[in-house]
Structures are given as C-alpha cells and as structure tokens.
C-alpha cells in the first residue's frame, strides 16, 4: 500500500505550489518510501517490488485535481485511508515484527493527515480525530494481490 500511496501522490504533485503543500508533499513521498522498504524487509523474498495496480487504482484521484485545495484534499483522504488500514491491520497481525512496523509508521500517517487538514484549514475534529477509525480501509479481500 505504500508503494500506491507513493504513485497516488504524483498527480497531487503537479498542482501544489504554495512552499508549505511543497515541502510536505516532498516529505511526506519519502515517508512512504520509507515505510515501503520498512514492509518490504518484512516480507523478504515476497515483497513487492511496485504496488499492485488494483491497490493503485484504489487509491489514485477519481476527479481532475485542478487546484492546490483539491490536492490537499485529495490527500488528506489519501492519508486517511492508508492510517485506516493500517489501524485496520494492527488488530489482526500476530508477529511482534509486522505489529512493531506497523505501530511506528501509523503515527506518521495520521500526522501526515493532521499537516493536510492544518493547510486546508480544516476543524479541528477533522484535523485531529480523537480515535483513530478504519473508516475507508482496504482490504486484502477487495484489493488481492496477485
């Protein structure tokens, strides 16, 4: 999933301009990477190598993003999303490794939201929910991988 939000970002790229959308763009691509080589030498051999096209057309823009506005919002449920399946993921995983992954890149996704919904001046409540949901989470069941 990581891999997707990684290509889920490049069309959000091209309309963000303002220095503060450029700089958490930027940041928060390599975040992702990151938290891809993180799964990957999880997996080991199975690791992926791009994200499933399934996963990629899951999470890309379903609508022009025209405006800085519409790709910070685009990316902020982008972001949601990737916390809801991890948060989704967390209560089903049993190796103390894969849980370890996952409960140290879920804080940096839900930061990620909180700095998207801070640039689109959103409430509070949406910038910063009480409880991390899983809400908008994929699943392995609609999203296989082959």
């Known amino acids: 999933m990581e891999l997707a939000a990684v290509s889920a970002y490049a069309p959000a790229s091209l309309v963000v301009g303002s220095p503060a959308?450029?700089?958490?763009?930027?940041?928060?691509?390599a975040h992702h990477r990151a938290h891809a080589r993180a799964f990957a030498a999880l997996a080991g051999d199975d690791a992926l190598l791009a994200a499933p096209a399934s996963i990629v057309a899951a999470l890309v823009p379903t609508s022009p993003l025209v405006s800085e506005r519409d790709a910070l919002a685009f990316l902020h449920d982008l972001e949601s999303r990737v916390a809801a399946?991890?948060?989704f993921l967390l209560g089903s995983l049993t190796s103390v490794p894969?849980?370890?992954t996952v409960a140290t890149t879920l804080p940096v996704e839900c930061q990620h939201t909180a700095v998207l919904g801070s640039l689109l001046s959103l409430p509070l409540a949406e910038t910063v929910p009480a409880v991390q949901g899983t809400t908008g989470h994929l699943t392995a069941a609609d999203y296989p991988i082959p």
């Not at 959308?21 to 691509?29: E, K, L, Q, S």
């Open 98 to 100: 894969a849980i370890n």
């Open 85 to 87: 399946t991890q948060q």
């Open 21 to 29: 959308a450029v700089r958490a763009v930027d940041a928060f691509v």
